[in-house]
């Protein structure tokens, strides 16, 4: 609010956010963020997907052990919403068998989120496809 | 909750309502309680208070740019404004520029798109007048042309005078309209100076109240109303006019002119801004040019930088901006403006425009130097995007 602004009386009111306050807690502190250099970070599989043109990206790097995900990490390029639904799909997957986490798609992350607005919805489809694209790979890369 | 830091620098967007404006639209709602002031087409005395006062307005808003009270019409506002030229050349040819304020593009392609011709900008957003010209064929020849003074997003100045005097033939009565919404009450607008027939503006960037607005049709000039149903504003524009709201215009009208002076100084805090920017932030790009700029603009881009997370996380630390990005816009287009200046839609989603205002100080702007570097740091970490591309 601006502060010429402040002296009115005006009742204050709880501070608007277009995001849920869990979308917003994903943004403000992403969970399994790669930090810095990717190179530096072991993984067994990666996906990209997406366009910085189109204003979003994401790539997931899995560390993979018996066909579960022992670790997850990320990096997006994107808006409030896409970093804050790759923060989630990290939490989710974490643990789980490939097969169990190319389950949760962008419904599951979005219910996760407590809901994303509705031109945002795509946000969490790319989540879900960088994720499918990072276990094909592993998946092509055990076959060869 | 702490108390937190509020740095608004989104004064394009819009101005807070100045305290004397309040004060003011609050003794006329108080007549409009009392009786004091009704209808203003009305012949009795409380109807006669009520046109009084829109004469008086219509000759301080006169005053702001140089013009005969004549020649004043009152609108909703600056769309409204842009609207009622646009309509009133349908079909006919329009030349304007691509980073013209939607409410000049929309209508635009809805009514003229076949014969409109967009005049191309520079990197700066700038057109050249050399490119307007009396075409020797009539039919192609503009009917109207418009090119705003300032642009709103980038803060770039246009040459107005001088497209004027390039278009301007006895012959052909090619009209100039300029849009003035972002550049009035923060550098001289005179009707005259600038060679214009027709101006659009509204009162909330200059502390007014949203939703009412000005045209200005230079005598002798004619524009087909786009309301009808009434004969206010003789005829030009239909509808009981909003006393309150044009007493709060032309107190606002008023405070603008006096304080002209004053947007010296925000010019020094924005440069500040800029050269803290660039000196402590890598890979920036500027959008806005460093002469022929508003006072108040700084439009920049950080690479790997999607804006609309940078707005939300400078948000949660109490600096209020706005951004070009796709993702902030609920159509999800970039912005066309630095669309048109760079033709790359990367540099318009990491675009940010800081605007200043009379009230921001040397520490708010220190502030931002504080947390910005941090925050852009941050959302470069967890990028897929590599800097170095562009700057």
């Not at chain 1, 995001?19 to 790669?34: A, D, G, M």
């Amino acid at each position: 609010m601006p502060k010429s602004l402040n002296d009115q009386q005006c009742e204050p009111s709880p501070k608007p956010f277009v995001y849920s306050e869990i979308v917003k807690e994903h943004f403000l502190n992403p969970r399994n963020f790669l930090m810095g250099d990717e190179s530096k970070y072991q993984r067994d599989a990666e996906g990209t997907v997406g366009n910085p043109v189109c204003g979003d990206q994401m790539t997931m790097y899995l560390q993979i052990e018996d066909d579960k995900i022992r670790d997850v990490r990320w990096k997006t390029y994107g808006c409030a919403s896409a970093i804050a639904s790759t923060s989630a799909l990290s939490e989710l997957i974490k643990g789980k068998t490939l097969d169990e986490a190319l389950k949760i798609g962008p419904k599951e992350i979005t219910e996760f989120l407590g809901g994303l607005p509705e031109h945002k919805f795509h946000c969490s489809v790319l989540g879900h496809e960088a994720l499918a694209e990072a276990i094909n790979n592993y998946r092509s890369k055990l076959q060869k | 909750m702490t108390a937190k830091k509020q740095i608004y620098l989104d004064y394009a967007a819009g101005a807070p309502l100045d305290p004397e404006v309040k004060a003011q639209m609050e003794r006329i709602s108080e007549g409009l309680v009392s009786g004091e002031f009704a209808n203003p087409s009305a012949l009795y005395a409380a109807g006669q208070r009520s046109r009084e006062l829109i004469d008086a307005a219509r000759t301080e808003v006169a005053l702001l740019i140089n013009a005969q009270p004549s020649e004043i019409i009152f609108t909703s506002g600056g769309t409204e404004s842009n609207n009622t030229v646009i309509q009133a050349f349908a079909r006919q040819v329009i030349w304007t520029t691509p980073i013209e304020h939607p409410s000049i593009l929309e209508p635009l392609r809805k009514f003229a798109r076949q014969k409109s011709r967009f005049v191309p900008v520079d990197a700066e957003g700038r057109v050249s007048p050399k490119n307007f010209y009396r075409d020797p064929n009539p039919k192609y020849c503009p009917s109207l042309v418009s090119v705003m003074l300032a642009n709103n997003e980038i803060g770039t100045i246009e040459p107005v005078r001088e497209v004027s005097m390039k278009c301007r033939s006895p012959k052909y009565k090619t009209l100039i309209h300029t849009d003035v919404t972002q550049a009035i009450g923060k550098i001289p607008v005179d009707v005259n100076e600038l060679k214009v027939d027709l101006l659009s503006f509204s009162a909330h960037k200059i502390g007014g109240p949203a939703g009412i607005g000005v045209l200005y049709v230079r005598k002798n000039a004619h524009v087909r109303p786009l309301l009808s149903g009434g004969n206010q504003e003789r005829g030009r524009r239909a509808g009981t006019e909003n006393v309150m709201l044009i007493a709060g215009l032309a107190k606002a009208a008023k405070l603008a002119r006096a304080r002209l002076v004053d947007w010296g100084k925000v010019a020094e805090f924005r440069d500040e801004l800029r050269s803290g920017i660039l000196k402590e932030i890598p890979h920036v790009i500027l959008n806005s040019p460093k002469e022929g700029c508003l006072p108040n603009i700084l439009n920049v881009s950080f690479e790997a930088i999607e804006g609309e997370a940078l707005q939300l996380m400078l948000d949660e630390v109490g600096i209020a901006v706005s951004t070009g990005s796709a993702c902030a816009s609920s159509k999800l287009e970039p912005s066309h403006v630095i669309m048109a200046t760079r033709n790359n839609a990367e540099i318009a989603h990491g675009s940010v425009r800081f605007s200043l205002g009379l009230d921001t100080t040397a520490e708010d702007i220190q502030y931002v130097m504080e947390v910005l570097p941090g925050i852009v740091k941050k959302l470069r970490d967890m990028s897929t995007v590599k800097v170095g591309k562009y700057a």
